[in-house]
């Protein structure tokens, strides 16, 4: 996995993130150490979630701590910026979206399978990429999905991004049956 650099290595001044987004219906915030057992509960030992992830599900809960402090930790040196998605009225989280600078801004999400088909991910994913493109040197933000995960095909399109193509033998999706696969690229950009 190549670990991407610093947004600030390739602008002219850090570009930090707000630490909180709300839109409608949802509140994107930092992860906190005490979530790991919500984490873990909801989406990071379930193997449907996982299917289409470069990493396996946790077997423990020792893994999801684990995680959520490489987020911490990759946010305060601005590596990358993970905000977990939190319905604001009864607390519960129902995902995860996270995004780091490498040729432009790439972001990854995942939501917890009983979260999935209600737009959840769309809304959160244009609110966060609305703010990334009203940024100043921020010209493109873009993702890959495997060539098999039509459901986030799918949200990438109502996001408004574009396919741009596939990426052939792109990444490893250990929960596929290993192997390198392939990947659709999409992105949106600055208008």
């Known amino acids: 996995m190549i670990t991407p650099e610093p947004l600030s290595s390739h602008l002219d001044s850090p570009i930090r993130p707000p630490n909180e987004f709300v839109t409608a219906r949802l509140r994107l915030r930092r992860p906190e150490p005490a979530d790991a057992p919500l984490i873990f509960e909801r989406w990071t030992q379930d193997p449907e979630v996982t299917r289409y992830l470069v990493w396996s599900p946790h077997q423990d809960v020792s893994e999801s701590e684990a995680h959520i402090r490489r987020c911490i930790d990759d946010w305060n040196s601005g590596q990358a910026y993970v905000w977990f998605l939190e319905d604001p009225i009864s607390g519960e989280l129902i995902g995860s979206l996270a995004a780091r600078h490498h040729h432009g801004i790439n972001v990854g999400y995942l939501l917890a399978r009983d979260s999935w088909g209600r737009g959840y991910m769309v809304e959160a994913l244009a609110e966060v990429t609305r ?15 495997d060539v098999e995960n039509a459901a986030s095909a799918r949200v990438l399109e109502k996001a408004g991004f574009e396919l741009e193509g596939i990426l052939r033998r792109w990444d490893v999706h250990p929960n596929t049956g290993g192997g390198r696969r392939d990947a659709r690229c999409y992105s949106k950009i600055r208008e």
């Open 131 to 145: 703010w990334y493109l009203s940024q100043p040197g921020i010209e493109r933000v873009w993702a890959t999905c």
